[in-house]
């Protein structure tokens, strides 16, 4: 306990705000501006960089934002319990830099490129380097979670109420405004090239700028170090707070019999040993942290919109006119709309409904909040009904889909036995997928003489018939059987011409031969085909999420590519992303009343001594949350996607009719009235005794413990 003990000393102010506070925003601005622009590449470094499948990318992806939000509970015991807020801050932001630099160092590909190919020869260092720059990026960003807000609590005095409650919506705003700046301005930096040998993504730049944010951030805060208010932990508390609690539990055991009068609270049964203060603090805690149970559900949805809404907008079409819009780009909505939310809520919206008479408390805020989160998943089910009717009809686990394509230089009648009879022209399709509820089917075409070959389809899967100038050779092609990811366009050539060609970005293809799919973006698109000397040029405008099969015939030179046709495999989006709005704008709706409020609600009902750990209780919800995801993804999948959003929707009305029928029950309190009330019902004033206490019942119980231990070996 070497931080000297202040009481509320009277601090600068600024239009009645503490000066403090000024560093303590800009602090948390610069801290989130880093812990978003990292995650916003993160994904990206595992799976180009470190080349890691889709699934081991997300999975590490979410059990480190798991783990951000599951440390936060260390920290807040460091915090309450030995160094205090201010020190904890600075301590694990300092883990917290070097994490991110290590994180920075990891992504240099230089660093073990020997050969000078582009590529790392080593990845089991950079891997080590990455994982190890991780876990202290997760030990320092949730570390210090708790603490920042719970500090800036701290430098308000008791008659800026008012202001303090402003406090933690600006401070709302700093978060949103720094994660909405870094997730718009890291994907940039990563798109550079940069390289001392080769040039590569440039993701050393992507996260060396977080790197320097959060070196930023932490010369602010110690910058603002003179004007701070800083209060002293009060010992090892959750040390005591456990004993107690202990003590509790087993005293009331001991006295089970119904012949003992019962107590008021079972904390009461902690009275024979305990001091009251201490038992009236904890009393505070549990009441909130048991009215924290139902929250985690809020948090399974919210943080949904970071994977299924993504996922969502990559069946959607993101042209704006204007501008266009990636699928994960839709995700900069929600701190877009917090910026602007929030101000109208806290000027306008909560004032109103004082006015018209209407008790809007916490946790009433809380509840529509959620209310409003499962109003968002409504929307999404709506949108997805609405997309799903845009949808191709992909084949169940039992079915096969097939479609022909003819390259052969006549119309051809295609026979696929049983009874499936199809007239294709040349360098034409089928209409479209034909399905089959058995996998064993023979092609019979009206070439003379007849050609007949057996094939066996893949069960679940789409596959194209692929007839070339030879029909005796006609082979099955595998296509895609669900949307290109990221909205991209899958597309692929056949090649019709009668030697090897040479297409941009794409190995030489032989004559017949087809392709793999390429994902392009968006947009306009050029390529070029060579053959020797022979080149003809052709563009194409591509939507989102469509797949084309490109052929190209022997006259592909002599008309300058005009003769290309294209085979529409899958349709592009139709359904535009501005659908998703709605759901954006609700489940901001409810962040604000839900996040900002709960944020407030847990420093307000907290007992001094343990703001931060009501803090990281609060956090702690989010890891819950987000655990609830990753179970519900492994999990149950329901075969329509409307049908869980749905799900989810009523899963939270249900859990928020509970919090609203626990929120009745709760009582409001002020902590520092209750502690001023049971001190004078003890007789002691001075808040010196009160750790008095708890020190000389920690070395009593040490005492006893060693004795107990000393007997036991006699
Ligand atoms: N609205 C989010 C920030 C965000 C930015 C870009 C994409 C998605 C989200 C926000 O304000 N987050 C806060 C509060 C929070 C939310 C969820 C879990 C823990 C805390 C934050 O402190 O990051």
């Known amino acids: 306990m070497d931080e000297t003990t202040k009481k509320k000393k009277k601090t600068a102010e600024c239009c009645g705000y503490p000066i403090s506070i000024f560093f303590i925003v800009v602090n948390e601005f610069c801290e989130r501006f880093s812990y978003y622009g ?68 990891s992504t240099i590909h230089d660093i073990t490129d020997a050969n000078r190919d582009g590529t790392p020869d080593n990845f089991t260092f950079h891997i080590a380097l990455s994982m190890l720059g991780l876990i202290l990026i997760a030990l320092g960003t949730g570390g210090i979670k708790p603490c920042v807000a719970a500090f800036g609590g701290d430098q308000f005095q008791e008659h800026q109420s008012r202001q303090l409650n402003t406090f933690f919506s600006v401070f709302y705003l700093c978060i949103n405004a720094g994660s909405l700046l870094s997730t718009l301005i890291t994907p940039v930096l990563r798109a550079q090239e940069c390289g001392i040998h080769t040039q590569q993504q440039c993701y050393p730049l992507a996260f060396g700028v977080p790197a320097v944010l959060m070196v930023i951030s932490l010369v602010v805060f110690i910058a603002g170090s003179g004007m701070y208010v800083k209060t002293d932990p009060e010992g090892n ?117 004082q006015k018209c008479g209407l008790n809007f408390s916490p946790l009433k805020r809380m509840t529509v909040g959620m209310l409003f989160a499962a109003m968002a998943f409504v929307s999404a089910a709506l949108v997805q009904i609405e997309i799903d009717k845009t949808l191709p009809n992909f084949p169940s686990s039992s079915e096969s889909q097939l479609k022909v394509v003819n390259t052969y230089s006549t119309t051809l009648n295609v026979t696929i036995s049983p009874n499936e009879h199809l007239l294709i022209e040349s360098f034409g399709s089928s209409a479209d997928y034909v399905t089959f509820d058995h996998q064993d089917i023979t092609v019979s075409l009206n070439t003379n003489p007849v050609i007949t070959k057996a094939f066996s389809l893949i069960k679940g899967g789409r596959q194209t018939l692929i007839i070339p100038s030879d029909p005796t050779v006609m082979y099955l092609k595998e296509d895609v059987k669900s949307k290109p990811r990221e909205g991209k366009n899958a597309i692929r050539f056949v090649n019709g011409y009668t030697a090897d060609l040479n297409i941009t970005n794409l190995d030489s293809i032989e004559p017949s031969a ?201």
């Not at 997300?58 to 783990?67: E, P, W």
């Not at 149970?293 to 399974?300: K, R, S, V, Y």
Request: aromatic share 14%.
């Open 237 to 353: 508390i959750m040390w005591s707070v456990c004993k107690c609690i202990g003590f509790a539990i087993k005293n009331r055991f001991r006295h089970r019999s119904s012949s003992y009068p019962k107590r008021e609270h079972w904390m009461d049964w902690a009275n024979e040993k305990y001091d009251k203060l201490l038992i009236a603090q904890i009393k505070m805690v549990l009441k909130v942290l048991f009215l924290y149970i139902p929250l985690p559900m809020f948090w399974t949805l919210f943080d949904q919109k970071g994977s299924r809404w993504t996922l969502q907008a990559t069946t959607m079409s993101g042209d704006f006119g204007a501008f266009i819009l990636q699928p994960d780009q839709m995700q900069t909505v929600n701190p877009i709309l917090i910026l602007t939310l929030v101000p109208i809520m806290d000027r306008l919206i909560f004032p109103l409904i």
């Open 514 to 714: 087809t392709t793999n799919y390429t994902l392009v973006n968006q947009g306009k698109r050029d390529f070029v085909l060579r053959h020797g000397e022979q080149w003809c040029e052709f563009s194409r405008k591509f939507g989102f999420g469509a797949s084309y099969t490109f052929l190209i015939p022997s006259t592909v030179f002599s008309d300058d590519c005009e003769s290309i046709t294209e085979v529409e495999d899958m349709k592009p989006n139709s359904v535009h992303m501005a659908l998703q709005i709605p759901q954006y704008f609700l489940i901001t709706t409810g962040e604000v009343m839900f996040s900002v409020t709960g944020l407030q609600f847990s420093y307000s009902q907290a007992p001094k001594n343990m703001k931060s750990v009501l803090q990281a209780g609060w956090l702690c919800t989010n890891a819950v949350g987000n655990i609830i995801v990753l179970i519900v993804a492994e999990l149950g999948k329901l075969p329509k996607q409307w049908a869980e959003y749905l799900l989810f929707a009523s899963l939270l009305v249900a859990v928020s009719i509970i919090f609203s029928i626990m929120a009745y029950f709760y009582t409001y309190i002020d902590p520092a009235e209750i502690e001023a009330q049971v001190r004078k019902e003890q007789g002691l004033e001075p808040e010196e005794m009160e750790k008095e206490t708890i020190e000389m019942e920690e070395k009593d119980e040490d005492q006893k413990n060693e004795q107990g231990v000393k007997q036991t070996k006699i």
């Open 38 to 105: 990292m995650r916003a590449v993160l994904v990206l470094y595992f799976r180009y960089f470190l080349l890691w499948d889709d699934d081991l990318a997300t999975s590490i992806y979410h059990a480190f934002v798991a783990l951000c939000y599951l440390t936060p509970i260390l920290g807040a015991i460091i915090a309450d319990s030995w160094l205090g807020k201010f020190k904890t801050i600075i301590y694990l932001s300092i883990v917290y830099a070097i994490g991110q630099v290590t994180m920075a160092i």
